[in-house]
């Protein structure tokens, strides 16, 4: 029988997680949200036929598995009123908040016997092609890794990392990036209008250009460095563009990019735990 999941906080990672799930056949009976917006529940119950409540510890105390998803900002004043629920059902607890460490979940929890495994997914769940860091401190049982494991990577690939610090950089590179890709989507859309397209022939254009790479780089036994060297002729157009990226700064901008998003959930750490 599928595990009884509890998303506390139903926005837009846990529902692309939940509605991956449920488009890959985990049924909806077994998975409940909660969240104080009910206009979004009523949303979601229509959608994907999940359950729904307000009533976090009430949905914690049924679960095997509770899924902290609301922003690491509120996770303080969401898990403090859990902690006699989670006696009750004593589930696997997965937190997928930015930053925030097993230590100060285990605190806030108020149990740090509890079991805890901290991911790092990202939106491209919804259509199971999500890319998620996972960590599971020593002593964690095999079952429960395996069970988040599982989980996860029913939308998408999964990654475990030996330190829980390493969980910053797959934000910096996985967590956060599916907006950089969007970010170059927009911009290539932009650039085709302004050489004449129009928007959505260069959408399309875009979009499926950057689904064919990441699709060949992928499936290649080349690396992302051969196959950029096998679109450039020597003198032809291709080369004249990653010049002109190059000469723009492009990797040290993708490198200050990813270092601010790595610091950011650095110093997030910092602030919740000091909170
Ligand atoms: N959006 C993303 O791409 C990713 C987000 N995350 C993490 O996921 C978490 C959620 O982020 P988003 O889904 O983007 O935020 P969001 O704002 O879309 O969703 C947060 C949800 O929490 C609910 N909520 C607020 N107060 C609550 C309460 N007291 N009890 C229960 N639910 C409550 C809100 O109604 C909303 O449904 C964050 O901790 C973030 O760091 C992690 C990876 C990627
Ligand atoms: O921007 C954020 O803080 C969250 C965490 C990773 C993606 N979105």
Known sequence: MASQLTFIGAGNMASAIFGGLIDNGYPAEAITATSPDEA???QHRARYGIQTTTDNAAAVSEADVVILAVKPQIMREVCEPLQDALQISRPLVISIAAGLTIDTLGQWLGDDSLPIIRCMPNTPALVGQGATG?????????????????????VGIIEWVEEESLLSAVTAIAGSAPAYFFYMLEAMENAGVARGLSRDIARRLAVQTALGAAHMAKESEHDPKTLKQQVMSPKGTTERAIASFEQ???EKMVDDATLACFERAESLARELRDQ
């Open 248 to 250: 723009a700064g492009f």
């Open 40 to 42: 979004m529940l009523e």
């Open 134 to 154: 996972l960590y599971a401190p020593p002593g964690l049982s095999e079952a429960h890794r395996a069970l988040a494991g599982d989980l996860l990577s029913a």
